[in-house]
């Protein structure tokens, strides 16, 4: 693992309040971690100011982004942009998110190569042993080249 990493511009195609990430902690090349605010999570707060836990699943998504990004950087590539396909044995361990309460998220490849692959991720709150929350979580890549594959109608 490696510290010094891009911003997070540099590697999601999320931009504005819909980058949820704050920055990559630990990088290799089966998985990253990275580190959120919640509080940043605007959009989605509840009267209380808490963010849902359902977001956690766009927290992990976003991480499989970043690992994407760096993979792509490290390969002199630019990040492709994923489509998030489903989910697998999501366990919510939390009813959802304080503000202000730092969260690690965590995305190790566990399936697949090319344009289609699975991700064991959880969100973590540091001190804590079981995660808010985990999962596998299944993402497939587009390419420019997908689009030179479409035949006009």
Known sequence: MRAGFPPLAELLPQAGPMRLL??????DPSQTRCLVDPSRSALFCDAGRRVPVWVGIEYMAQCTAAHGGLLARARGEAPRPGLFVGSRRLYFRC???EPGQPLEVEARHAAGHGARMAFD??????GLAEPLVEGRINIVLWSPRDDAAETPS
């Open 95 to 97: 009813d959802g998110f």
């Open 121 to 126: 991720c959880a969100v973590l709150r540091p």
């Open 22 to 27: 704050d920055r990559v902690l630990e990088h």
